[in-house]
């Protein structure tokens, strides 16, 4: 009876473990993966993209940017002035690269509730 006690509170006692574990691994977890990169034309939302998918995004037809090792950089553009191009990436939230002629905006940002539904923004 003794040694049934002692596994039924090791059990609880285990249980108790997972709940308190699990939970932080998951909140790690979606904290690594927590940063997005935003895309705006003229103010107007063009798209969202994870940091920690390499990919290449192409925003109309003036620019284009490469998300690749968890940076950012705008590796084409048509602007005269290239300035986009030469900031060279970014990588922490809150940076942003701004090409003025072309209005487009691409910046890191954190990870809000809308974004928390995957796939619905992708
Ligand atoms: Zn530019």
């Known amino acids: 009876m003794k040694k049934r006690d002692f596994l039924l509170i090791g059990a609880v006692l285990a249980l108790a473990l997972l709940c308190w574990v699990v939970p932080r691994a998951a909140g790690i977890f ?58 060279g990436p970014i990588r922490i939230q809150g940076e942003t690269i701004v090409c003025l002629p072309n209005r487009v905006v691409v910046e890191i940002t954190g990870k809000d509730k809308e974004e928390q539904l995957d796939g619905v923004v992708q």
């Not at 940063?35 to 192409?58: A, M, P």
């Not at 003036?62 to 968890?70: L, Q, R, Y």
Request: glycine share 8%; charged share 30%.
């Open 30 to 87: 979606a904290g690594k993966d927590a940063s997005r990169v935003r895309v705006t034309v003229g103010g107007e939302e063009y798209g969202t993209y994870r940091l920690s998918e390499d990919q290449t995004i192409e925003i109309q037809d003036t620019n284009v940017c490469e998300i690749k090792d968890g940076e950012v950089n705008m590796i084409q553009a048509d602007c005269p002035d290239q300035l986009c191009i030469h900031q």
